[in-house]
């Protein structure tokens, strides 16, 4: 007979397996961010068809066998659906779902990642949350991924343009000691980035926070490897919506 373990997490991502199962991806509060297969759950019938929709949050009782994790029941406590009735936070919190899975690894402890992450959602849905917030939050997921941002040769007062975001050491440069692995900012940007970086704030208009968003997931496709292809059609969204 299989081991069951109980597990509060919230469901970061969801895809079709087979016919009416989906592979979900969640992030625990004990057991880390796990695989897991929920049978018959795409069937409009099934009473756990909600555990396996991404931004659920809530207590899952899993069967283990082996590495493999299937899922048994789910205890509803919050599913963020206010998030929905807000373009801007829809895409804000599906990009903070992508960021979570894609910088945690499997079966590793992540309590200080999952707070976070929670901490986002309520903002989004019950408190305006928005970019700004995100921004914090992004910044301290890389921070504990090993990742972390900073202001490096930039002080608020010199110009902005004289410096590079370098992708190699997640820090500004003076520009000429730029290696062929940086980026050059606007102005607004750079102060913005810096700023966050250092645990400030600083005005932004969403050009400005697209603009950060873009650098942000160079810096982290470099690191890792990974696309955070939610991230880019956030600052996308952020751009068109600015321009029109």
Not at 3 to 28: H, M, N, P
Not at 53 to 68: D, Q, R, T, W
Not at 75 to 92: G, M, N, Q
């Amino acid at each position: 007979m299989a081991e069951e373990i109980k597990a509060e997490g919230i469901c970061l991502r969801s895809v079709e397996y087979g016919e009416s199962d989906r592979i979900i991806t969640l992030l625990t509060d004990e057991w880390g961010k796990l695989t897991v297969r929920a049978k018959g759950v795409s069937s409009p019938k099934s009473k756990l068809r909600h555990a396996a929709i991404p931004f659920s949050f809530g207590e899952y009782i899993l069967a283990v066998k082996g590495e493999y994790y299937t899922l048994k029941s789910f205890d509803y406590k919050d599913a963020f659906t206010a998030i929905s009735d807000d373009l801007t936070r829809y895409f804000v919190g599906a990009a903070a779902l992508e960021i979570a899975d894609k910088l945690t690894e499997e079966r590793v402890s992540v309590s200080a990642e999952l707070a976070r992450l929670l901490r986002l959602m309520l903002s989004l849905c019950y408190d305006g949350g928005g970019v700004a917030e995100f921004l914090v939050y992004l910044l301290d997921m890389l921070r504990l991924a090993g990742y972390r941002v900073s202001s490096g040769e930039y002080t608020a007062g010199r110009d902005p343009k004289y410096f590079v975001f370098d992708l190699e050491e997640g820090c500004f440069r003076a520009s000429v000691l730029r290696s062929g692995y940086a980026v050059k900012m606007t102005a607004p940007s750079v102060r913005l980035l810096a700023a966050y970086a250092e645990g400030e704030r600083a005005e932004g208009d969403p050009i400005v926070f697209a603009e950060v968003f873009a650098v942000l997931s160079q810096y982290v496709k470099g690191k890792t490897g990974k696309n955070l292809r939610a991230l880019f059609e956030l600052s996308d969204l952020l751009r068109n919506g600015a321009r029109g």
